[in-house]
Nanobody, 127 residues
């Protein structure tokens, strides 16, 4: 069973940085595109980023372009989301998930519908 565990969230002031990690358990990540998603209170979950199976293709939600960077280290079975210049509107629970596409086509961030979402990691951007 595919299982991903998110970590690295926390409370940070506007303009600060955090690095989230997404570690795989029970399978190897290198066969999957991996995406980061977030859900703010009262809002639907939205796709933030996607990293292709070899990391060569990435895409981002427009509102995070230039501030967030996703990367992966398949040797460590881990995907990362570096978040810089954080804003209060970035607040939410962040999740990672395998994607329907291994190659992350432009503007496409769709999670595998059969994936059972993990607990996520809370990111709070506030003074």
């Amino acid at each position: 069973q595919l299982q991903l565990v998110e970590s690295g969230g926390g409370l940070v002031q506007p303009g600060g940085s955090l690095r989230l990690s997404c570690a795989a358990s029970g399978f190897t990540l290198d066969g999957y595109g991996i995406g980061w998603f977030r859900q703010a209170p009262g809002k639907e979950r939205e796709g933030v980023s996607c990293a292709s199976r070899n990391g060569g293709s990435v895409n981002y939600l427009d509102s995070v372009k230039g501030r967030f960077t996703t990367s992966r280290d398949n040797s460590k079975n881990t995907v990362y989301l570096q978040m810089n210049n954080l804003k209060p509107e970035d607040t939410g629970v962040y999740y990672c998930a395998p994607m329907t596409s291994s190659w992350c086509p432009e503007s496409t961030r769709v999670a595998d519908e059969e994936y059972a979402w993990g607990q996520g990691t809370q990111v709070t951007v506030s003074l």
